[in-house]
């Protein structure tokens, strides 16, 4: 307890208020919030959405990067046609939205 007192009510060194150390840090936080977990919480949300709206026949692609065409559904397990009469059952969060999109998009020319 004494070694919390010690540093919670030791004076500024610096001639620094200490308000503006407590302005630092919540400055810090704020950054954080953005930069970071405001975009890993909506890129968890499209994640959520895409794999809710997920339907029969829909091309997709697995986190494995397996590619395939869903064929049947049955609650949180999908089964994927990876080739003709190649069958494989997968779990629905396993299905990536990033992989899928990055697929279904048309080739470019790097010239």
């Not at 810090?28 to 026949?57: D, H, N, T």
């Not at 999908?78 to 080739?83: N, R, S, T, W």
């Amino acid at each position: 307890m004494t070694l919390w007192n010690t540093i919670l009510l030791q004076a500024p060194s610096g001639g620094a208020p200490s308000y503006m150390n407590i302005i630092f840090i919540v400055g810090l936080i704020v950054i954080f919030y953005f930069f970071m977990i405001r975009p890993q919480q909506s890129k968890q949300k499209k994640q959520k959405q895409f794999s809710e709206a997920l339907k029969k026949g829909d091309t997709v692609v697995t986190i494995g990067g397996i590619h395939g065409k869903i064929i049947a559904m049955e609650g949180n397990t999908l089964q994927l046609e990876v080739d003709k009469g190649v069958k494989i059952k997968v779990d629905r969060a396993s299905i990536s939205l990033e992989n899928t999109e990055f697929a279904q998009k048309p080739a470019t020319d790097s010239k």
